[in-house]
């Protein structure tokens, strides 16, 4: 799903190499890379910044890679999930459901005290057609 594998292999660096860059066991990150977990969003956009690729191009939403440094701020981030639930008329409730989880978790990544899940961010994109750049820049 995601390209990791293909970029680290691209600029000819071990498992090792980006497990260290990231501060984890290289036994996590290759569990990122064979997506047996997936990898969390803070990680995520440290190799789209080291990498110099956007979030879109990474996780295969886009075939284009439109780079601009990633900062997440979960307020930001949620504030744009609440702006794409308010323009699509799309309730917590049923955004909750889609996902396959509560409207107090949705509530939360809205008021910025949680950073939504990747996998969440992801399906969101690629279910309503948004950009992820979008949504975390």
């Known amino acids: 799903m995601f390209l990791l594998k293909e970029l680290r292999e691209d600029k000819d660096l071990t498992q090792n190499d980006i497990s260290n860059l990231l501060s984890i066991t290289r036994q996590n990150y290759s569990r990122w890379e064979t997506n047996e977990k997936v990898i969390p969003l803070k990680h995520l956009t440290a190799l789209c910044n080291y990498y110099r690729v ?9 075939k284009e890679n439109s780079y601009r440094e990633i900062i997440l701020d ?8 609440k702006e794409f639930r308010t323009k699509n008329n ?3 409730a049923q955004l909750a459901n889609f ?19 990747t996998v969440f961010a992801y399906q969101m994109c690629k279910q309503y057609n948004i950009s992820l750049d979008w949504l975390c820049n």
């Not at 956007?54 to 886009?62: A, E, F, P, R």
């Not at 979960?74 to 999930?81: F, N, V």
């Open 99 to 117: 996902l396959n989880t509560t409207q107090s978790t949705i509530s939360a990544y809205e008021s910025g005290k949680t950073l939504i899940l």
């Open 74 to 81: 979960p307020k930001e981030i949620g504030l744009k999930i």
């Open 90 to 92: 799309i309730s917590q």
């Open 54 to 62: 956007s979030l879109d191009y990474i996780t295969g939403l886009s």
